[in-house]
């Protein structure tokens, strides 16, 4: 029971560690939490917040930092599963959520530095079957949640969740909940297949296949979407604390304001679409949901943001072209969200830096949360990229948890 928490033991050393490879074991009450990976000297204050973090009911966390294109923090710990029975490995996946909204939009920002595409073209055509491209969304209201279909009307069942046709074709019929452009909703789950599917028209490929060919592969990131059976086998379990739940007339909310109508069936039709009672299942993990279920490390995040952070290469492979880039983490609509119940900002996939939720101390960083804290952002002005993930989902987005790491880092710079 080396590397999660255990019984301390006579003898146990309080901490193990310095710079390069890093072990940490930090004593709570009757317990002691190892962490395990590597810690360049000047960055102490981040694994602290780290093995800290386990004092906030962390179950099993990592967390990784490039500055200047070096990883200078590599940091795993505590456990895969709830139960205490897998430790967290250097290789561990896990459900990352919404981090993994900017990257499917990727595919499409792709498409537009190539120009296969135009950020203010009719969505419907390359997609003519989509009703809200039909009625006017273009692909940048797609890209920045303004395409009004936050949310599919007809009941849909977990079976159809595991399809994708299915669920683009639910989506595309979907009568829009405002008319396109002129205002914004999280699209918290249709995100994904919309984007997705637009993307698939002109290359043919879902955004698991696009993800490991162009992004994952080329950049060697360990980020996923539709897990193959091997890769399951790394999958830490999450463990959901949520007040969210699936109510008796999900399919129907009849009666309600249009708005809250349409937030219910944004998280719960179909009943899974949130992750909520599947999210440790083998057909979750398999399937591709990408505003939902990205699975990574966070070496794979900060892998990526690094390419961000550069401008949209590193290491001779170019992931997007800097213009383009410019233009997707730049705020491109403002304003309430009836889904995250505040002021929002809204890039082309990316959450800009706004002051109630900052990524940084610096303008111009980007990047996205996760349901339960998971985090991915860069700060191109001080080449920081930054990767979190964990597998106790409380609360969501920003939390304690991430904070801490954030503000560790910024104290080390």
Not at 77 to 91: M, T
Not at 134 to 142: E, I, L, M, P, S
Not at 166 to 183: D, I, K, L, N
Not at 216 to 241: I, K, N, T, Y
Request: charged share 20%; with cysteine.
């Amino acid at each position: 029971m080396d590397g999660g928490f255990r019984p301390i033991l006579p003898g146990d050393l309080v901490c193990l560690c310095g710079a390069g490879r890093a072990v940490q074991r930090r004593h709570y009450g009757d317990f002691v939490i190892t962490v395990g990976g590597s810690c360049d000297v000047g960055f102490e204050a981040v694994r602290e917040a780290f093995a800290g973090n386990f004092d906030d009911d962390e179950i099993g966390a990592a967390c990784s930092i490039v500055v200047e294109g070096r990883t200078v923090v590599d940091l795993w710990g505590g456990w895969a599963d709830a139960h205490e029975a897998r430790r967290w490995q250097a290789d561990t996946v896990v459900n990352a959520y919404s981090v993994g909204k900017p990257i499917v939009a990727l595919a499409v920002l792709q498409l537009v530095a190539s120009g296969a595409l135009e950020l203010d073209a009719p969505a419907s055509a390359h997609w003519p079957e989509l009703l809200a491209g039909q009625q006017g969304a273009t692909v940048r209201d797609v890209l920045c949640h303004r395409a009004g279909v936050p949310a599919i009307r007809r009941p849909l069942t977990n079976d159809d969740l595991w399809d994708w046709e299915t669920m683009t074709a639910a989506v595309a019929g979907t009568e829009p909940w405002w008319a396109p452009g002129t205002r914004h909703g999280y699209h918290t789950n249709t995100y994904g297949f919309l984007v997705g599917e637009l993307a698939r028209r002109i290359t043919g490929r879902l955004p698991g296949d696009w993800l490991a060919a162009e992004v994952a592969g080329p950049l060697g990131a360990d980020l996923h979407w539709g897990m193959s059976p091997r890769d399951q086998a790394r999958c830490a379990d999450v463990v959901w604390e949520s007040d969210l739940s699936i109510p008796p007339d999900w399919s129907a909310p009849h009666g309600l304001p249009d708005d809250k109508a349409m937030v219910i069936l944004g998280y719960v039709n179909p009943p899974g679409i949130s992750s909520i009672g599947v999210v440790n299942t083998p057909e979750w993990r398999r399937a591709q949901v990408p505003s939902t279920n990205l699975h990574a490390t966070a070496q794979g995040i900060a892998r990526l943001y690094a390419a961000l952070a550069a401008g949209g290469s590193i290491d001779g492979v170019t992931i997007i072209d800097a213009d383009v880039l410019d233009e997707a983490t730049t705020s491109q609509s403002e304003g309430w969200c009836p889904f995250l119940e505040r002021d929002v900002s809204f890039g082309l996939g990316f959450q800009p830096t706004r002051p109630d939720r900052p990524f940084g101390p610096n303008a111009g960083s980007y990047g996205h949360f996760g349901t339960g804290g998971a985090l991915g952002f860069a700060d191109p002005a001080a080449e920081v990229a930054f990767g979190y993930v964990m597998n106790r989902v409380k609360p969501r987005w920003q939390n304690a948890r991430n904070r801490a790491l954030v503000d560790a880092l910024y104290g080390c710079l």
